[in-house]
């Protein structure tokens, strides 16, 4: 299935590479310029995900969420706006993910994934290494059959990390993407929980430390 993406962007640089980017991928993506013709797009055709920026012309992106949200087409804010307070508004007011610039493209793919699995559960409800197998509607994870408890946060890390496989994630976007941006605590909470996968899951060999950057895991 090949899932619609709406690109809300003025700078038709960043618009462009985007599109190329998510093409290439396998999506299709529509450029809308500013706030009124992206309305209008949504209006013509139906989306699986939008990636808005917030400062559009014509109608922002915040005023663009509420009405996407009445359609049901989930957001993700690719945005200028760096402050800690500018993520929460827009987390709270309802968007998906929040993805600041400049990016890096491979993240950018990884959030588009996650938040199309979100949206559409019918999307790889089992994920599998090795013997290590995960039922993501049941949010249960057995090793060769044996049920394997882990904490919530341990298993959102491992689900987040087997979805984006191949793909080198910092702490920092680690904790992000599965404590929530409104989460203060160090960077040594994903160590933490990264070494207890290892341990607990006999992914030694899948999980990789990346020098420098973070961590990634390895089909």
């Known amino acids: 299935m ?16 985007m599109e190329m980017t ?5 999506y299709n993506c529509k450029i809308a310029s500013d706030g009124n013709l992206a309305m209008r797009y949504s209006e013509e055709g139906n989306y699986d995900l939008a990636l808005l920026d917030i400062m559009l012309p014509e109608m922002d992106g915040y005023q663009l969420l509420e009405v996407f949200k009445r359609k049901d087409i989930p957001v993700i804010f690719v945005t200028a706006k760096i402050s800690v307070l500018d993520k929460v508004q827009g987390l709270r007011l309802g968007a998906e993910d929040y993805i600041t610039k400049p990016f890096d493209i ?8 996650v938040a199309l699995r979100r949206s559409h559960p019918s999307i790889s409800d089992t994920l599998t290494i090795n013997d290590v197998r995960v039922d993501c509607s049941s949010r249960t994870v057995y090793n060769e059959d044996r049920l394997i408890t882990l904490t919530p946060k341990e298993y959102e890390l491992l689900e987040f990390l087997l979805t984006n496989a191949n793909i080198a994630f910092s702490r920092e976007s680690l904790l992000n993407q599965v404590w929530g941006y409104d989460y203060y605590g160090s960077t040594r909470t994903v160590d933490t929980h990264i070494l207890n996968l290892r341990t607990k899951l006999g992914l030694s060999k899948h999980i990789h430390t ?10």
């Open 210 to 219: 990346v020098h420098k950057i973070g961590y990634r895991l390895e089909l």
């Open 106 to 113: 491979l993240e950018l793919l990884a959030r588009v994934e």
């Open 2 to 17: 090949s899932y619609s993406i709406l690109l809300a962007e003025d700078d038709l640089s960043i618009a462009k590479l």
């Open 22 to 26: 998510l093409s290439a991928t396998g």
